[in-house]
C-alpha cells in the first residue's frame, strides 16, 4: 500500500511540474535539470562566473542562448535545416542526408560509437561526428550495411 501512495504522489508532483513547467523560475528549471532561458530579465540563465554558457532557447527548436563569463545574454539562430541540441552545444541537422533524421547522441559519440544504419537503406548507413553532426555514407558495390560489424559486408 505503501509503495501504491509513492508512485501516486511521484506521478502527481511529475504531472504538475510537467504543467506548470511554464510557470516555473530559471533557478527551479535549473535545479530540475530542465533550464531554458531567454534574454527577458526574468528568464535569463546567464550568471557571471557561471561555467555553463548555452542553454535551449524556451519555445525555439532552432534558437538557444549562449552566456559570457560576466552573465552577458545573447540569443542565437541556428543555420536552416539545423536544430539546436543541447547534448553537443551545437546546431545539428535535422536530417541526415536523405529522408532519414540525425540519430547521432551525445551519450553513443561519448563511447566511441558513431555509426548508425540507414533508416531505408541497407547499402547506406550514417556517421556522426564529435559534434552532433551527421553524414550519409555508401556501401561499396554488391556490399550493404551490418550495424554488428559496423562495416559494409558482403550479404
Request: net charge positive.
Amino acid at each position: 500500500m505503501m509503495m501504491k501512495n509513492i508512485t501516486a504522489l511521484l506521478l502527481l508532483a511529475i504531472s504538475f511540474t510537467i504543467g506548470n513547467a511554464a510557470s516555473l523560475t530559471t533557478d527551479d528549471k535549473r535545479k530540475l535539470g530542465t533550464t531554458c532561458g531567454t534574454c527577458d530579465a526574468g528568464n535569463n540563465p546567464c550568471q557571471a562566473g557561471g561555467t555553463q554558457l548555452y542553454f535551449p532557447l524556451c519555445g525555439a527548436r532552432r534558437r538557444y542562448v549562449q552566456c559570457d563569463e560576466s552573465g552577458g545574454c545573447f540569443e542565437k539562430r541556428c543555420a536552416k535545416g539545423t536544430r539546436w541540441n543541447q547534448d553537443f552545444q551545437a546546431c545539428v541537422h535535422k536530417k541526415c542526408g536523405g529522408e532519414c533524421r540525425n540519430r547521432c547522441k551525445s551519450k553513443d559519440v561519448a563511447a566511441g560509437d558513431f555509426y548508425r544504419p540507414h533508416c531505408s537503406d541497407e547499402t547506406k548507413y550514417q556517421q556522426c561526428d564529435a559534434s552532433g553532426g551527421c553524414f550519409e555514407r555508401h556501401c561499396a558495390p554488391g556490399t550493404v550495411w551490418s550495424d554488428a560489424a559496423e562495416t559494409c559486408v558482403e550479404p
